[in-house]
């Protein structure tokens, strides 16, 4: 069965902690993982995609990087503005439905 | 305007209510999306439109009926729903085609009583 877990669930950083988010997939034939940022009571806003093994992908403090069975949002030197929930999200085929992890909430203390 | 937009942001109603939600996008996408999020659960694609025809429906109830007048208007049309139908509503649009991101509107948050 087609899956896609992020990990942790939450995390608290202190400003300037620099840490990694982890999107693990299992899927049949990956044609796109897809990274957003959603803000409380808001729609997701879209930050990458990545689409073979190898590839990274840089905006401002974050980086996505994927392998054949992971992604990791990278993010260096926080900010409390950084704060919100991470969602990752998989094509695995379907030209329209992508399957979607909880999310990682992250909390960036000044 | 630019982007997805939805309106109402906040919507409260009753069992026995009928009302609607509205989706715009100005992006010149061919596909539309409506989504149900929930807490503590992931995103559930309800319908899919592209090119104004619908070409996904996942199970979702008949108090739900989605309605595509044209390649920038979506609508949710709600009827008799139930209290454990209260959830954020996203619209998203995209271009038609496996390897393209889609862009979400701020959605509607939900409420049955």
């Known amino acids: 069965e087609d899956q896609v877990t992020q990990s942790p669930e939450a995390l608290r950083l202190q400003e300037g902690e620099s840490s990694s988010l982890n999107c693990s997939y299992t899927v049949s034939g990956l044609r796109g993982l897809f990274w957003y940022r959603q803000d409380p009571g808001k729609g997701p806003e879209f930050l990458f995609t990545?689409?073979?093994?190898?590839e990274e992908k840089e905006k401002e403090r974050l980086k996505a990087t994927l392998t054949k069975k992971e992604s990791f949002l990278h993010i260096t030197a926080p900010k409390p503005e950084d704060s919100a929930t991470y969602l990752c999200a998989v094509n695995a085929g379907n030209n329209r439905k992508l399957i979607w992890g909880l999310g990682t909430s992250l909390a960036v203390n000044p | 305007e630019t982007g997805v937009t939805q309106t109402p942001r906040h919507l409260v109603m009753g069992m026995t209510n009928k009302k609607s939600l509205k989706c715009e996008q100005h992006l010149g996408h061919n596909a539309m999306y409506w989504y149900k999020q929930s807490a503590k659960k992931p995103l559930e694609l309800m319908f899919v439109?592209?090119?104004?025809?619908?070409?996904e429906n996942n199970s979702v109830p008949s108090r739900f009926s989605p309605e595509c007048p044209n390649s920038s208007h979506l609508f949710l049309h709600l009827h008799t729903l139930q209290p454990e139908d209260s959830a954020l509503y996203l619209c998203a649009s995209s271009q038609e085609g496996a390897r393209t991101e889609a862009f979400f509107g701020q959605g509607t948050r939900l409420t049955v009583v």
């Open positions: 990545l689409y073979s093994a190898g």
């Open positions: 439109y592209s090119l104004e025809e619908r070409v």
